[in-house]
């Protein structure tokens, strides 16, 4: 069986427990090891990893990356997680199971810089990279044997190494045939883990899992399916095409082929946005009309200016509300033509926010842009709205003031801070 020395490098066609030259127990092994080619490549506590980086004194402390006691969990180390803490949870829970933590405002740009160093690397091994977050993706290193010198397993491992001496922060690998079974083996083995699971073994290592396990398998889904009497994906994988589609409608067919370890999507290197958002968690519960609007209208504006940046524009606008009692609603409405301005973004929402105010409190409230559509058909104008493009040429010049005069520079009555 091959086997792989995670520190030395090493490698032989025959397994082995500890590495024969550097005497490392970093060993992974497997028949399939140096046939397989696609992987699934996730940092490890991404957010609380830079912060420990940077920040010596907190190697041995729990850190929580997150808002304020109102806020929620964005990231957090795998010490906190012992706790009980985890990524999404709201801050006084997550303070409550650990107190002790100390916790860190978000630095979105520092962290998207790290992301885009390990991204360089990545793009180094194949141009088959396709993003799926900030510090997570997926690559297809198949072929590229000859032009590394070394199988995919050993060029992965190698990248790992890299990331740690470079970056200052590690990453778990997973590897597989597809890309559904490489990320289910990048969570095997976490924290820097490098897990292998071959096409052959894949529906059996599938079978007794729960069915929450399979990505895109919600909390909703897998009440539905365990209702339906299908609580393992050994279950599932048994239906035929017409039965799951006879229970489970269109989706039913493709459910049951992933809970076989069955996946046909290639690695593309331009990873498709379905929507792009932005959102707020308030200091204070809000619950007047008047009062959520300011926020809505900053939220606006930031919607708009993410929509400018990724050249792509508002088809429909999604309102988001979280009550004080955690429960969700969210709201939508197609435009009559796409747009990238926030007063068009804003006129859409506010009638849906005016319907939902009515007197509950909310924790949070968020805009979205879903569907997209390509930037060149925002804000063109026609015989109903003739002043679309006009309104385009002032937003482009209030953004062109703030980007050389800071964000002060222009504000709206509506968005200011009461």
């Not at 995670?6 to 497997?30: Q, Y």
């Not at 200052?168 to 699971?197: C, H, W, Y």
């Not at 067919?253 to 929507?275: M, N, Q, T, W």
Request: proline share 7%; aromatic share 4%.
């Amino acid at each position: 069986m091959p086997a792989l020395c995670r520190d030395c490098l090493h490698h032989a066609a025959e397994a082995f427990a500890r590495c024969p030259r550097c005497a490392s127990r970093r060993v992974v092994a497997h028949p399939d090891l140096f046939r397989l080619g696609v992987a699934h490549v996730d940092c490890d506590a991404f957010y609380a990893s830079v912060e420990k980086r940077d920040r010596p004194e907190l190697l041995t402390k729990p850190v929580i990356v997150g808002g304020g006691r109102r806020g929620v969990v964005a990231a957090c180390c795998y010490l906190a997680r012992t706790r009980g803490v985890k990524s999404a949870m709201p801050m006084f829970k997550a303070l409550a199971a650990c107190p002790d933590a100390v916790v860190i405002r978000p630095d979105m740009a520092k962290y998207a810089a790290e992301g885009r160093r390990i991204r360089t690397l990545m793009e180094a091994l194949t141009p088959l990279v396709q993003p799926l977050s900030i510090d997570e993706a997926v690559l297809d290193l198949a072929g590229t044997e000859a032009l590394h010198g070394a199988p995919p397993a050993v060029v992965l491992a190698r990248f790992a190494l890299a990331v740690e001496r470079e970056v200052g922060v590690t990453v778990s690998i997973g590897l597989a045939a597809n890309r559904l079974m490489a990320k289910l083996a990048a969570e095997r083995d976490k924290p820097r883990g490098f897990a292998v699971i071959g096409a052959a073994e894949a529906a059996a290592w599938l079978a007794p899992q729960p069915v929450s396990v399979l990505p895109g398998v919600g909390p909703a889904m897998a009440k539905r399916l365990q209702a339906a009497g299908f609580s393992t994906l050994g279950q599932l994988a048994a239906l035929g095409p017409e039965e799951a589609a006879r229970r489970f409608g269109e989706d039913g067919p493709g459910l049951a082929a992933r809970a076989r370890g069955e996946d046909s999507r290639p690695v593309r290197p331009e990873r498709e946005v379905k929507s792009v958002s932005a959102e707020t968690t308030f200091e204070a519960d809000l619950s007047a009309r008047e009062a959520l609007e300011a926020p809505l209208w900053r939220l606006c504006e930031k919607l708009a200016r993410r929509l400018a940046e990724k050249n792509l524009a508002a088809a429909g606008v999604t309102l988001k509300l979280k009550t004080a009692a955690f429960a969700t609603r969210t709201r939508a409405v197609r435009l009559a033509q796409p747009t990238r301005l926030p007063d068009v973004i804003f006129a859409a929402a506010r009638p849906l926010l005016e319907r939902e105010a009515d007197g509950t409190a909310f924790r949070l409230i968020g805009i979205g842009a879903q569907p997209l559509a390509p930037a060149s058909e925002a804000d063109r104008g026609d015989l109903a709205d003739p002043e679309a493009p006009r309104r385009a040429a002032r937003w482009q010049a209030v953004e062109a003031l703030r980007a050389k005069f800071g964000e002060a520079a222009v504000v709206r009555g509506r968005g200011l801070r009461k």
